[in-house]
Structures are given as C-alpha cells and as structure tokens.
C-alpha cells in the first residue's frame, strides 16, 4: 500500500469523523492533486435536508470552485466507503483519473460491489481504482456509527 494513499486516507477519516459528530453517517472525502488536498467533504444529508449532500460531491464542488473548473484531471479522490452510483457518476462526470477508497459498500456500492460505473469501456472516461486503504478503519467507523444508533433507537 503506498504511504501517500495512507496519509490521504486518513483525512478523509478526519472527515468521516466530523460527520459523526454532528450524527451524519460517517463517510469523509477528499481530492488531492499534485500533493495538495484541493477538496473536503463529509455526508451533510441530514443537516441539509439534500440527499446528494454526499462527502464525495461536496469534496468535488470544493475542489471546482478551488480550481475555477469542472475538469478535476491531475487529481485523486479518497472516500472512506466505496461510492454509490450518483457519485460513481460525478467522479467520470468530473474526470477524476484515480479513486481511492477504504471500505466495500455491499448495499450501494458503485465501483466494485453492485456496479462498476467508473471503468465502463463504452464511456468517455474510465477510473483507476485502488481498494481497500485502510479498509479495517474505514469499516470501523461505519459499523460503530450504526451500533450506536441502533442503541439509541
């Protein structure tokens, strides 16, 4: 596992983290390029009341408007949970060439688990994908999350 995907992998647990704090559903993002992490995101569904509030589009917004551009060439994308198929989306729509991501989502998961909707051969822009960065971590925060408000209810 490269060093860097580790360092970037956790912060995106960082900010996973936020989102736990204020009761959202852990998952954290970001986008780095050329070394410097250029966006940020976590889930904010509930906070917002905006289903697309998730931490992968919020980090690709960020990183845009930081850029003053839609292309995100030259940049990677480092999720805690491997993406569902509206982000899955936004990363080819964005033209990301690399995600990282931590955990498998079997429920939803657009890359590897349901679907693969980033390496397509008949769209425009396909996605190298590395799986499994710090997975044991990013799979910890989801399942405390779940556990504690499984309790609560």
Same mark, same amino acid.
């Given at each position: 596992? +490269?060093?860097?995907?580790?360092?970037?992998?956790?912060?995106?647990?960082?900010?996973?983290?936020?989102?736990?704090? /204020?009761?959202? /559903? %852990?998952?954290?993002?970001? $986008?780095?390029?050329?070394? *410097? $992490?250029?966006?940020?995101?976590?889930?904010?569904?509930?906070?917002?009341? *905006?289903?697309?509030?998730?931490?992968?589009?919020?980090? $690709?917004?960020?990183?845009?408007?930081?850029? &003053? &551009?839609?292309?995100?060439?030259?940049?990677?994308?480092? /999720?805690?949970?491997? %993406?569902?198929?509206?982000?899955?989306?936004?990363?080819?729509?964005?033209?990301? %060439?690399?995600?990282?991501?931590?955990?498998? +989502? %079997?429920?939803?998961?657009?890359?590897?688990?349901? @679907?693969?909707?980033?390496?397509?051969?008949?769209?425009?822009?396909?996605?190298?994908?590395? &799986?499994?960065?710090?997975?044991?971590?990013?799979?910890?925060?989801?399942?405390? @999350? @779940?556990?504690?408000?499984?309790?609560?209810?």
């Amino acid at each position: 596992m +490269d060093e860097n995907d580790r360092i970037y992998m956790k912060a995106a647990l960082e900010e996973a983290a936020r989102a736990y704090a /204020v009761g959202e /559903v %852990p998952i954290g993002a970001v $986008i780095v390029r050329r070394g *410097d $992490i250029i966006g940020r995101g976590h889930n904010r569904r509930e906070t917002w009341k *905006d289903p697309t509030a998730h931490a992968e589009l919020l980090a $690709i917004r960020e990183a845009c408007q930081r850029l &003053g &551009g839609w292309r995100l060439t030259e940049s990677t994308l480092y /999720v805690t949970i491997e %993406p569902c198929s509206m982000c899955a989306g936004a990363i080819v729509l964005a033209r990301i %060439p690399r995600l990282v991501y931590g955990a498998q +989502d %079997p429920k939803a998961g657009a890359v590897d688990s349901l @679907f693969d909707l980033v390496r397509r051969e008949d769209l425009n822009h396909r996605v190298d994908v590395t &799986g499994g960065v710090l997975e044991d971590e990013c799979r910890a925060v989801i399942r405390e @999350f @779940f556990q504690e408000l499984r309790g609560k209810g």
